[in-house]
């Protein structure tokens, strides 16, 4: 939509035009591009969001793995340090996590340090849930 502007049209193209002149509504026109507009925004919305990183979203009682920092490890050290419970789901995609067996204190990370943990079977489970009753146990007689 050009306002202000005389058009120049190349001469193989007279012949398809119209020598009638028509009225135009500029209402209808800003309409149209307007319709036009909103139609391409949102087809360059759903494109950018197709290349954005999926969020991994955990709920309270997960296994995660923890990323190590790569100044820490050497070259054959694990990438990821773990397994770590999901206490408590935080705003923004924060989780607070604390190790599997009560040990260390929570720490609160974002989601992309962590990734899931591999599903434990059903000894490892009755393992897991033995170690945290341990735990909890010596944590209620050092009250």
Same mark, same amino acid.
């Given at each position: 939509?050009? @306002?202000?502007?005389?058009? /120049?049209?190349?001469?193989?193209?007279?012949?398809?035009?119209?020598?009638?002149?028509?009225?135009?509504?500029?209402?209808?026109?800003?309409?149209?591009?307007?319709? !036009?507009? @909103?139609?391409?925004? @949102?087809?360059?919305?759903?494109? =950018?969001?197709?290349?954005?990183?999926?969020?991994?979203?955990?709920?309270?009682?997960? =296994?995660?793995?923890?990323?190590?920092?790569?100044?820490?490890? @050497?070259?054959?050290?694990?990438? =990821? $340090?773990?397994?770590?419970?999901?206490?408590?789901?935080?705003?923004?995609? !924060? =989780?607070?996590?604390?190790?599997?067996?009560?040990?260390?204190?929570?720490?609160?990370? /974002?989601?992309?340090?962590?990734?899931?943990?591999?599903?434990?079977?059903?000894?490892?489970?009755?393992?897991?849930?033995?170690?945290?009753?341990?735990?909890?146990?010596?944590?209620?007689? $050092?009250?």
């Amino acid at each position: 939509m050009l @306002t202000g502007k005389r058009g /120049c049209v190349p001469p193989e193209l007279l012949n398809l035009i119209d020598e009638r002149n028509e009225r135009i509504d500029p209402e209808m026109l800003k309409k149209s591009v307007l319709a !036009r507009m @909103t139609e391409q925004a @949102t087809k360059d919305e759903a494109r =950018y969001n197709r290349g954005k990183a999926k969020v991994n979203r955990f709920e309270k009682g997960e =296994y995660v793995l923890l990323k190590e920092p790569p100044r820490l490890g @050497t070259k054959l050290s694990p990438k =990821y $340090d773990g397994p770590f419970e999901v206490r408590k789901v935080l705003p923004h995609d !924060r =989780y607070e996590i604390r190790k599997i067996n009560g040990r260390g204190r929570a720490r609160k990370v /974002c989601h992309e340090q962590l990734r899931s943990a591999p599903k434990f079977g059903v000894q490892n489970d009755v393992a897991i849930s033995a170690i945290n009753k341990d735990v909890e146990a010596s944590s209620s007689k $050092d009250e």
